[in-house]
């Protein structure tokens, strides 16, 4: 793997979630690196910095699949998608391209998985929706159940 530092990547060539997320929605890198954090409004949920626009139903529901949920963004920009990226339990692991190969058949839903810290496979879903614009109350209720599905369809 190349190993350089720039576009959000890190010294070992992996790409932070943000990063990520742009790819999964552009199919490239960004042309200016994308921070990690931002100075966006957040909240405090359960002890974790999160975006202030996530309804505390959506955080609860994302939280009590059976996968660790690792990064999320309500949507900020066309840069800064919206996006959850999780990881499978370490025991179902080998079935990640399964999990990611079920949401990839959901049309609203740009899926990408990799390697990512600990070198274990995560899963990053993502679209191009803005907080406020048109659908993205309705994406952001639906996410949890479409991938609550794609894993218990891998599974079975």
């Known amino acids: 793997m190349e190993r350089i530092i720039g576009l959000g990547r890190n010294p070992q060539g992996k790409i932070n979630a ?3 997320a742009y790819k999964a929605v552009y199919g490239k890198y960004p042309d200016t690196p994308l921070m990690g954090r931002t100075n966006s409004p957040k909240k405090i ?5 999160v975006d202030v626009n996530l309804k505390d139903k ?10 660790e949920i690792k990064s999320t963004d309500e949507g900020k920009s066309k840069e800064r998608v919206a996006f959850v990226i999780f990881r499978l339990p370490k025991d179902k692991e080998s079935l990640y391209k399964e999990v990611e190969s079920n949401l990839k058949k959901e049309k609203d839903l740009f899926v990408l998985s990799d390697i990512g ?16 614009e048109l ?12 991938i609550k599905a794609a894993y218990d369809k891998a599974i079975n």
């Open 45 to 49: 949920w359960k002890g974790i910095d």
């Open 18 to 20: 943000p990063t990520m």
């Open 58 to 67: 959506w955080l609860e529901e994302l939280n009590s699949l059976p996968v």
């Open 135 to 146: 659908g993205w109350e309705e994406w952001w209720n639906s996410l949890s159940k479409k």
């Open 117 to 132: 810290t600990e070198n274990r496979p995560r899963i990053c879903v993502a679209k191009d929706i803005l907080v406020g």
